[in-house]
């Protein structure tokens, strides 16, 4: 089993937006979970939400940074599990963005879904991304529309 997750999102924003909701640790709890994220290379960050106990999940996702391109590319790890450092989940997500004349192109691919208990979380996770991209699109035309207002 090799499923990988693949979304494609426009934003009518610039890249510097699109950017700031990927690698700011308070604008990145808005929209996905609560992190200590850093935009490193080589930083290890946790993303930390609720425990899912029907996918044996603990809420804990380890993760580190791979690759860093200022408003171009972001590419961390991501593993997850039961806890007491037993990972059942061992990924890698990518965010490329592509600067558009009206807007920013970002690209979304998560691999690594490959042992087969990793199954329901590759398909809750396939729409969980749509719904957390549609969020962050959400937190920016708020943000643009109070700062175009005040």
Excluded at 22 to 33: G, H, I, K, V
Excluded at 118 to 124: D, K, M, T
């Amino acid at each position: 089993m090799a499923n990988t997750i693949r979304h494609t999102f426009f934003f009518a924003h610039p890249p510097e937006a699109v950017w700031s909701y990927l690698t700011t640790p308070e604008l990145m709890a808005q929209w996905l979970m609560k992190n200590d994220f850093q935009p490193i290379l080589g930083y290890d960050f946790r993303f930390q939400t609720n425990p899912i106990p029907n996918l044996n999940l603990d809420g804990i996702f380890h993760c580190r940074v791979l690759e860093i391109v200022p408003l171009k590319k972001l590419s961390y790890s991501w593993k997850g599990g039961p806890g007491d450092g037993k990972f059942t989940l061992d990924s890698m997500v990518v965010w490329k963005l592509q600067a558009k004349d009206d807007g920013t192109e970002l690209f979304l691919e998560h691999s690594g879904f490959s042992m087969p208990e990793n199954l329901p979380i590759y398909n809750g996770m396939t729409d969980g991304w749509i719904k957390k991209l549609h969020k962050v699109a959400e937190l920016i035309n708020a943000a643009n529309h109070d700062t175009t207002n005040t």
